[in-house]
């Protein structure tokens, strides 16, 4: 293991959660995919996938609000955040349901059978490769930028991991709502849902929360409510404040 676990446990929504104690650790991005993604959660029959699991922190946080999720697959390019997937599913006692996989989605993995998934769900890097300053830690590099693989990688994969009529999950920067149209297209996920995030009320959305179906028609797509994350400096929106109350409750 290049990275030893963080010796300090974070408690969160029931939780024991560890990450490495350098590098990449989840951010408030990972809570939003998860309370936004839980009633498909709730309504697959099939397994969940987790695209890029990190430590495990969406497949965790969907097991604890959804007890209807019987088995989960979190596939990690990065071993250190692969070992912090599977000790954190095995302290919350969770191994029977959730299981990490140290894989590239871009590869075929006999874990992660064709059309088996009811639902994915990912947090991906954010920027395209050269886009912007990489952080010169090569786990937060990979966690911010598209360095093992594209948006376009990740709506294909996802597009071969779902069932027919399955539901994919994701947040990404606002700007690039685009791009995940024409990813869309290109898998065959119809766009049902967004939610856009903003910083403050008056300030634009700086991340998008995107719902899309695998196959089917295409129809009209529901914009939901904007989600606002600060009420002042340091402070959480209301909005935020019962997202984390959702979670903390089954």
């Known amino acids: 293991m290049s990275g030893a676990l963080s010796p300090d446990r974070l408690d969160f929504a029931s939780l024991a959660i560890r990450q490495p104690e350098d590098g990449y650790r989840f951010s408030v991005d990972s809570v939003l995919l998860a309370d936004f993604a839980s009633p498909f959660c709730r309504a697959a029959l099939a397994p969940t996938l987790d695209l890029g699991t990190g430590c ?77 300053r990489q952080n010169p830690d090569e786990s937060r590099a990979i966690a911010r930028h598209e360095l093992t693989g594209t948006l376009s990688d990740l709506f294909a994969a996802a597009g071969r991991a779902l069932a027919p009529k399955g539901h994919f999950a994701l947040v990404t920067l606002a700007s690039r709502t685009g791009d995940l149209f024409a990813c869309a297209a290109a898998s065959g996920i ?61």
């Open 56 to 132: 495990g922190i969406v497949l965790m946080l969907l097991g604890r609000k959804c007890p209807e999720l019987r088995h989960g697959v979190g596939i990690e390019i990065q071993p250190p955040l692969w070992e912090c997937a599977r000790a954190n599913f095995a302290e919350n006692g969770l191994s029977e349901r959730l299981a990490a996989v140290l894989g590239d989605f871009r590869e075929t993995c006999p874990e992660i059978p064709s059309g088996g998934f009811g639902l994915v769900v990912s947090n991906p890097p954010f920027r395209r490769a050269g886009e912007g």
């Open 190 to 250: 119809v766009p049902e849902a967004l939610r856009f995030v903003h910083p403050y009320a008056e300030q634009p959305a700086g991340r998008v929360l995107f719902l899309g179906r695998k196959g089917g028609r295409a129809r009209d797509i529901t914009v939901m409510p904007p989600l606002v994350e600060y009420a002042a400096k340091g402070v959480y929106h209301p909005a935020i404040e019962r997202v984390f109350e959702g979670l903390l409750r089954k």
